[in-house]
């Protein structure tokens, strides 16, 4: 085997998962080092995610299919899947990556190659992020491989693919369609031929990738394209910080899987040991998800331990949950999206289930469909607001009507008070139970106190989004343990 192809200590006949975002990409991004591990045995499933029909480039979307078909028999690896996405229409979402984390999770791979986080184009951008929130969501380890294509990019690894040179340059023929609007086949074989800089003079062509290393990984989200290029040229979902208040119940563990198990691809977690529980436990992420606990000085009643979790996170946005609380997979998402499409509105917020445990299964008791129950589980996320202190809403504060799309509005529970961090709970307010509040966090002020980044009414409007809970997953929705 090809001596940087050791340096990945892979097994002798690796599993190769590939994600090209356009039908060409797997070729002239990586077709040099797919043909070296189809010669050596490997077993190679390529997917191409968008069906190339933009513009110019895709004028018949089957032809760049049989072209790929084509280049794939040429390297001798097995025919791709074609997912026909729409060309410069794809999105970091929850779809995306619940899709890219299946075939993860179904096959395995020892090595994973995709698109760099340096790409100009969006798609391929995108792709290169999805894979990378899929593959910090699971709980088992790959090597990932970027590749190049638009776009060179710093390399911690060149395969010298000589031996098959010939072979890549017959496989970029492939594509007269994408050739006859430029000549990509003699730019990738200029980069192809600049990455052997570093070889001896007998090597003819090379391939430069760079591996995803522990440090890229962790930062996800926000901070990866802070490290990997200019602003503009990613989209960034935004980080959600989701605070779990616990007195060290037995469900905190289900709490803190519900957490780590949620679709938006930027999460932070943070437990605090509200009653600075001796035996608490020691909590482990997954993947790349890690749990941070706080250990306060002494025990904090709830809106105390509310302040102190609202004091470290960094998110931009937050999430309040009691530890006898969890939240299903796609909650912050779906609750997300939509104070992102409505920003006449200051918070969403979905069902409530209350569940009991059955002879193995859960049962529905009741569940919370309307701001009246949100002193008590309702499940909400709260935009961007002027007021600097949240209280604990009584039912009162709220009027609640359905409109004709099905949402529920309300208003009120919201007073302004000068100074102190952007968002705080009245330690002096009645007991209340965690309203698993999602809130926009503000930028800190010179004097280090929170200030709001743009202003917004003084009360807010909260949308419910309308769901069914079922057995399959919902859109969102919160489980409360009976």
């Not at 892979?10 to 990586?30: I, S």
Request: hydrophobic content about 35%; aromatic content about 6%.
């Amino acid at each position: 085997m090809n001596e940087a192809l050791q340096s990945l200590n892979l097994p002798a006949h690796p599993r190769v998962l590939v994600f090209a975002p356009h039908p060409d990409d797997e070729v002239f991004g990586c077709g040099g080092l797919l043909a070296l591990l189809a010669a050596s045995g490997a077993s190679i499933s390529v997917h191409v995610v968008t069906d190339g029909g933009y513009g110019k480039f895709g004028q018949n979307k089957d032809v760049r299919k049989r072209e790929s078909l084509d280049a794939a028999a040429l390297l001798g690896y097995p025919a791709p899947h074609f997912w026909d996405l729409p060309d410069q229409g794809l999105r970091l979402d929850t779809p995306l990556i619940s899709r890219i984390q299946a075939e993860l999770e179904t096959q395995r791979p020892d090595l994973i190659l995709c698109p760099s986080i340096w790409e100009t184009h969006p798609d391929h951008l995108t792709l290169a992020h999805g894979v990378i929130e899929a593959a910090r969501g699971t709980a088992y380890s790959a090597c990932i491989l970027f590749y190049e294509v638009g776009a060179p990019m710093p390399t911690s690894l060149i395969i010298d693919i000589s031996t098959v040179a010939d072979r890549k340059r017959a496989a970029m023929q492939c594509f007269p369609s994408q050739l006859a609007v430029q000549n990509y086949d003699l730019h990738i074989e200029g980069l192809n031929r600049y990455r052997t800089y570093t070889l001896g003079k007998e090597a003819i062509l090379a391939e430069g990738y760079c591996r995803l290393d522990k440090v890229l990984m962790n930062a996800g989200g926000v901070s990866l394209p802070r490290l990997s290029g200019p602003p503009h040229h990613a989209s960034r979902p935004a980080r959600v910080s989701i605070l779990i208040r616990s007195t060290n119940r037995p469900e905190l563990h289900q709490a803190v899987e519900s957490a780590l198990a949620q679709t938006h691809p930027n999460i932070e977690l943070i437990v605090l040991n509200a009653t600075k529980a001796p035996d608490f436990p020691k909590l482990q992420g997954y993947g790349t998800r890690t749990v941070q606990v706080l250990d306060p000085a002494i025990p904090l009643e709830r809106a105390a331990a509310a302040n102190y979790l609202l004091a470290h996170h960094t998110g931009e946005y937050f999430l309040l949950l009691d530890d006898d609380d969890w939240i299903l997979p796609t909650h912050v998402y779906a609750l997300l999206k939509t104070l992102l499409l409505r920003t006449d509105i200051a918070g969403a917020y979905g069902d409530t289930q209350c569940l009991e445990h059955r002879n193995g299964e859960w049962i529905e008791l009741r569940r919370f469909e309307d701001l009246s129950h949100l002193s008590t589980c309702c499940s909400t996320i709260i935009s961007r607001f002027t007021p600097s202190c949240l209280e604990a809403p009584r039912s009162k504060d709220f009027s609640s009507t359905r409109d004709s799309t099905s949402t529920r509005t309300g208003t009120g529970g919201y007073k302004s008070a000068p100074g102190g961090p952007s968002c705080m709970f009245p330690e002096s307010a009645p007991s209340i139970e965690s309203t698993a509040i999602l809130a926009k966090a503000c930028a800190r002020s010179r004097n280090g106190h929170r200030e709001p980044s743009n202003r917004s009414p003084r009360n807010g409007t909260v949308t419910q989004i309308s769901n069914k809970l079922s057995n399959a997953w919902p859109t969102s929705g919160n489980l409360r343990r009976h």
